[in-house]
């Protein structure tokens, strides 16, 4: 698939969660690779759109609150700011803001969602789901720990990091309440459900088409062999979206507002008066694929059950285009930890910084490949080296001039979707400005972030 497609293509910039700033393990991640994805693209003459937002809905949202004892509210606002200040200080644009703070968002994702039961699509079951014994919390995302039945590593509620498997209460090994450390204590409740074992077909064509990784077909390969589950997109709990009309009383699981965002988003972006699911869906005539960025654990989510939540919305053909997917970002050694403060704010660290640099080096040493180590030595030592070049002055003992245009256009090359490898498009980036070439080069234009007119979604 390196034929360019004519359609329009959504880059979904994954929405950050609103319990706390981003560090910069975040932005070497998909962030930064996203928005340096989309300007190439836009630069090669692509049509794309790009959505970016915030995500405020998972229940760990509430319990960091709890844990600050910070008033919910006041605590969104507050990582909010940071997250959308960062944003601009990175200079990652977007086309379209998922909002969930608006009421055109929220009522959107419940009316979507209040349709497709209405409508049979998703049907109400009587399933047993978990609640705490003691303190009486429905166990799901952060509210339940275990181990991932699959590999037996330590998982909460949504993915398994290391394997990446989907998991719940129900399938978690010797589960626990996360927040009290009770014992799960069954509960019949009657919920909407994506039977995502009726959606096989349609997921097979969708992985053979799309440009993956090997470790997302890793994950996938497992649903091969092992029926996927009904997946619960509402359930009686204290935080998440409230339903309406038949799921009166549940709260929108937070992956499945994930999921209808993306319907939401580029039909809104590109059909402002769609009201209706029908009219939603019919926004995506003009749209060739989605191409996803983000963080290996979520492959369940992107690769599963956002491509069944189109397909059960009855956007008609397959759009996965593909996913970019990375490690984690190791700081000084370690992984980056909030809670013992072993981070780097990337607003702090912007504002103090040059944004061109920090561009070049998360790039220069984004975690794709494996699990990659910011130093702070490391980060100088680069800038002392990229400075120079940046400011237009050849070295003298650099790269023969005869060998420039081969390195910039290998630089171009590894900024498209397929194939996208953003650190070996700085390398050949900084070798040719050795030489004194390559600054109107759209490697360098799309990783320091010079372009400009990225709010404009080109029909
Ligand atoms: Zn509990
Ligand atoms: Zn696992």
Do not use: E, V
């Given at each position: 698939m390196t034929d360019q497609p004519s359609g329009l293509t959504v880059i979904v910039i994954p929405q950050p969660t609103v319990n706390g700033p981003l560090h910069i393990g975040h932005l070497s991640g998909p962030f930064l690779a996203a928005d340096i994805a989309a300007r190439a693209a836009r630069l090669r003459g692509e049509r794309v759109l790009t959505l970016a937002g915030i995500d405020v809905h998972p229940n760990y949202v509430l319990t960091k609150a709890e844990n600050l004892g910070m008033d919910v509210h006041e605590m969104i606002a507050k990582f909010r700011a940071q997250i959308t200040g960062a944003f601009e200080l990175a200079g990652i644009g977007y086309d379209a803001f998922l909002d969930p703070q608006t009421t055109a968002y929220r009522s959107a994702i419940a009316r979507m969602l209040s349709e497709l039961v209405t409508n049979g699509t998703l049907p109400m079951r009587e399933v047993t789901l978990h609640q705490c014994a003691d303190c009486g919390r429905t166990l799901h995302h952060s509210y339940v720990v275990g181990k991932c039945a699959n590999c037996g590593s330590g998982a909460n509620g949504l993915s398994c990091e290391p394997c990446g498997s989907f998991t719940s209460a129900q399938t978690l090994v010797d589960a626990s309440c996360a927040r009290c450390g009770g014992v799960p204590r069954p509960m019949t409740a009657t919920v909407p459900v994506l039977p995502l074992e009726n959606y096989r077909d349609r997921l097979i064509v969708e992985w053979m088409q799309a440009e993956l990784p090997g470790r997302v077909r890793t994950v996938l390969e497992h649903y091969l062999h092992f029926p996927m589950p009904d997946y619960p997109v509402a359930y009686p709990t204290n935080w998440g979206i409230e339903g309406i009309g038949?799921?009166?009383?549940l709260r929108i699981d937070f992956p499945t507002e994930l999921g209808l965002s993306y319907l939401y988003g580029p039909a809104n972006a590109l059909r402002p008066r769609a009201a209706s699911l029908a009219e939603w869906v019919d926004g995506w005539r003009d749209i060739a694929g989605v191409w996803h960025f983000n963080g290996i654990d979520n492959a369940f989510y992107f690769a599963i059950l956002y491509p069944a939540i189109l397909a059960a919305a009855g956007v008609p053909e397959p759009k996965m285009r593909g996913a970019t997917v990375n490690e984690l970002y190791l700081l000084e050694g370690r992984k980056f930890s909030t809670s013992r403060n072993h981070a780097l704010w990337a607003d702090e660290f912007l504002a103090a910084e040059d944004r061109e640099l920090v561009r070049l080096y998360l790039s220069w040493d984004r975690p794709d490949r494996y699990e990659s180590n910011f130093t702070n030595d490391g980060y100088r030592a680069f800038c002392a080296y990229v400075q120079p070049l940046l400011d237009r002055e050849p070295t003298a003992d650099g790269l023969p001039g005869a060998l420039a245009a081969a390195e910039i256009d290998r630089a171009d090359r590894a900024l498209q979707l397929v194939g996208f490898d953003s650190a070996l498009a700085v390398r050949c980036l900084l070798n040719a400005l050795t030489t004194g070439?390559?600054?109107?080069s759209v490697a360098m234009a799309a990783l320091t972030g010079r372009t400009a007119g990225l709010a404009t979604v080109r029909r």
């Open positions: 038949p799921l009166d009383g070439a390559g600054c109107d």
